[in-house]
């Protein structure tokens, strides 16, 4: 499957921004769905992960209290919801299938994710 992210855009500290992930087909009621970032010169970090069984959700330290993740099945979308933006979430975000129901969010164990959507974060 191959996922496709969007909605970034620049920002200053504080603001918000929602992204989204959308799929071919049904593919996103298929497999769990996660959010992954990419900030210019460092490697990836998992952010945050939706359960496609009951929508149990995870995050990333980091983006505890600010980001949240959400699903609209008639939609065919996930959402990521980033509030309080800081500097420091300057990245390209990805959305990718995630293995082991959300655990493989912060071992890299994803896959499908396409070009991302860049977020920058500054003052």
């Known amino acids: 499957v191959q996922l496709q992210a969007s909605g970034g855009g620049s920002v200053q500290p504080g603001e918000s921004l929602r992204l989204s992930c959308t799929a071919s087909g049904r593919a996103l009621d298929y497999t769990e769905i996660g959010w992954i970032r990419q900030a210019p010169g460092k490697g990836r970090e998992g952010v945050s992960c939706i359960r496609r069984s009951d929508n149990s959700t995870f995050y990333a330290d980091s983006v505890k209290g600010r980001f949240t993740i959400s699903r609209d099945n008639s939609k065919n979308t996930v959402f990521l919801q980033m509030d309080n933006l800081k500097p420091e979430d300057t990245a390209v975000y990805h959305c990718?299938?995630?293995?082991?129901?959300?655990?493989?969010?912060?071992?890299?164990?994803?896959?499908?994710w396409g070009e991302g959507t860049l977020v920058t974060v500054s003052s």
């Open positions: 990718a299938a995630v293995q082991h129901f959300c655990g493989g969010l912060f071992s890299a164990e994803y896959s499908g």
